[in-house]
């Protein structure tokens, strides 16, 4: 069975950094995408950033290109989002999720499994 668990969220200040961990299990990263999205209330749940294991490209939104890294601890099966110098428009529920595609893939609809989501809150 394939689960994926988020965890690291909280509540940060502005210009602060978290560490969100997405937990793998019932399968391995090899030749699949793993991605991160985040929604925030009344939004629409958008793509921040995604590694593809086939070839280790990644992708980031522009709203977060230079300030969060995605990367990834085979051994562990743990793919992590470091996010730096946090912003209020950051607050979201983020979410990992597992594409059967492999390659980059930016939209929800892409992705064939997702975790439950780990609250991330940047206050000013």
């Known amino acids: 069975e394939v689960q994926l668990v988020e965890s690291g969220g909280g509540l940060v200040q502005a210009g602060g950094s978290l560490r969100l961990s997405c937990a793998a299990s019932?399968?391995?990263?090899?030749?699949?995408?793993i991605g991160w999205f985040r929604q925030a209330p009344g939004k629409e749940r958008e793509g921040v950033s995604c590694?593809?294991?086939?070839?280790?490209?990644?992708y980031y939104a522009d709203s977060v290109e230079g300030r969060f890294t995605i990367s990834s601890d085979n051994a562990k099966n743990t793919v992590y989002l470091q996010m730096n110098s946090l912003k209020p428009e950051d607050t979201a529920v983020y979410y990992c999720?597992?594409?059967?595609?492999?390659?980059?893939?930016?939209?929800?609809?892409?992705?064939?499994?997702w975790g439950q989501g780990t609250q991330v809150t940047v206050s000013s």
């Open positions: 999720a597992v594409s059967i595609l492999g390659v980059i893939a930016t939209m929800p609809y892409e992705y064939d499994y």
């Open positions: 019932g399968f391995t990263f090899d030749d699949y995408t």
């Open positions: 590694i593809s294991f086939i070839d280790g490209s990644t």
